[in-house]
């Protein structure tokens, strides 16, 4: 469903927009309604597309996308929920922009957020190549950035972490995310988080777009990984901001946000570093990362924390031990890419 422009110049400024903005919606309640605000508040708003795509909402969040806004915003509703990756490839290859944007729900634009950014990813940055990729700052209520850009992956970071060597001797294992840089530079990094991910069309059609066997998590990070293999740069943009609420639409379901996760992990092994290194990040979740979290859990009892959140790592862990089978053929193609 596509809302009317108010007036035809602002129409026929829609038909070419600058940038298409991709947002998969799941249950975000109030969150959408208030990213779409801030989409129309921005400096560059008559040269966006945004498209959401609902991806089986039962709380009717995606309502929000049929009111009026100086923006043009097309909404598509699927009657199943196709995973983030599948929802995000419906709308980016539906659009025609130069460039997409793919935005979380859980975000609120600042009003020079998307001018800033355009402006940079369409500039030389390093070796005279525009970036492939770009990010920005993230930050909570309080300003603090967050450490969202990840480090590059390997096989041996991958299964040190699944075996929780970076909690015991964090020294041995780099960590997942660049937690020890404050993130106030611009520099090349090896994956912007998917929360706000900026990519030029060409490149985005050149790799693919995002491989839909990760139904959510890494999805991100492998579509990074991609486009450096392409020689393209990846880069974190110090210069503008996006407010943004960790975790706002999956802090609901914990068991499920493990479940997937843990399987992303395995698919991402599979692809980049083959079944055996899958199979050996699958045995220590389930075997070192599954107990160590259920004592986890217990001890933060005594501080308040929910007291079945024990039995819902023990839920994803069990949901994964079910999707083995079919998890199996899914990690063989993955490994034969």
Not at 237 to 253: K, L, P
């Amino acid at each position: 469903m596509t809302k009317a422009s108010p007036d035809p110049a602002a129409a026929s400024r829609q038909a070419s927009a600058r940038l298409d903005i991709v947002i998969v919606n799941w249950n975000s309640g109030a969150l959408l309604a208030d990213c779409l605000d801030a989409l129309a508040g921005s400096t560059i708003a008559g040269d966006l597309h945004v498209f959401v795509v609902d991806n089986a909402s039962h709380d009717g969040s995606w309502q929000a996308a049929e009111a009026a806004y100086p923006i043009r915003v097309t909404l598509m509703r699927n009657p199943d929920n196709r995973g983030f990756g599948a929802a995000c490839n419906q709308a980016a290859f539906a659009g025609t922009a130069p460039h997409i944007l793919f935005l979380n729900p859980d975000t609120r634009v600042f009003p020079d957020t998307l001018e800033k950014a355009l402006a940079f990813i369409a500039r030389p940055f390093q070796g005279g190549q525009t970036p492939g990729v770009a990010g920005v700052q993230l930050v909570d209520d309080t300003g603090e950035v967050q450490r969202t850009c990840a480090n590059a992956p390997s096989a041996a970071r991958l299964l040190g972490r699944a075996l929780a060597i970076d909690k015991v001797a964090p020294g041995l294992v780099t960590p997942l995310f660049m937690t020890s840089w404050d993130h106030g530079d611009t520099r090349p990094v090896a994956q912007v988080m998917g929360a706000f991910l900026l990519i030029g069309r060409p490149l985005f059609v050149q790799l693919g777009g995002f491989d839909e066997r990760f139904f959510v998590y890494y999805e991100d990070m492998d579509l990074c990984v991609r486009a450096g293999g392409a020689g393209r740069s990846v880069v974190h943009y110090a210069d503008a901001r996006v407010w943004h609420q960790s975790q706002g639409t999956t802090a609901q379901v914990k068991d499920r946000r493990q479940f997937y996760f843990w399987r992303s992990e395995a698919l991402f092994a599979a692809k980049h570093y083959g079944l055996a290194t899958a199979w050996a990040v699958l045995a220590a979740q389930l075997l070192v990362q599954t107990p160590l979290r259920v004592a986890q859990t217990l001890a933060r009892r005594r501080q308040g924390a929910r007291q079945d959140e024990w039995r819902q790592v023990l839920r994803g862990a069990s949901m994964l031990l079910r999707d083995l089978p079919a998890l199996a053929g899914k990690l063989r193609d993955a490994a034969r890419r």
